[in-house]
């Protein structure tokens, strides 16, 4: 099970669920999140640094709500565009199952939402969205 995640309030939930499934199926369990692509800020270097500081804030934030969660399994970040992250690690893992979040009123999982359409229609296994 593939579990993508944006690190937005409702994460935990999304994690929550992909979690459950892989303990009940027996399955394994990879949390994916998909920073998108920074613009170029002034020079290269600060791009750098910027993307650098980015990618390990947001493993630190997988980590984290894989402890609060209680979830096993392997960490993974990437930056990119999220639906080819998405379905590219998806089918590089063998994923029988994506878990994403979708999106609701009040706007949550806006950055992984504009890419759920293309994830549903790219993906190379079914996608539950919670």
């Not at 999304?14 to 459950?20: K, N, P, R, T």
């Not at 997988?62 to 990119?80: F, I, N, P, Y």
Request: with cysteine; hydrophobic share 45%; proline share 3%.
């Amino acid at each position: 099970i593939l579990c993508a995640v944006d690190l937005n309030d409702r994460s935990r939930r999304v994690l929550e669920w992909a979690s459950f499934l892989a303990s009940e199926y027996q399955a394994e369990l990879a949390i994916l999140h998909a920073i998108p692509e920074m613009s170029a800020v002034t020079a290269d270097n600060i791009v750098y640094q910027t993307a650098g500081a980015s990618f390990a804030n947001a493993l630190h934030q997988v980590a984290a709500l894989q402890t609060a969660v209680g979830a096993s399994g392997s960490r993974l970040v990437e930056a990119g565009d999220p639906t080819e992250i998405v379905t590219r690690t998806a089918k590089e893992f063998g994923a029988d199952l994506l878990v994403v979040g979708r999106n609701e009123a009040s706007g949550l999982y806006r950055e992984l939402h504009q890419h759920l359409y293309s994830i549903v229609c790219k993906s190379p296994c079914p996608v539950l969205s919670i």
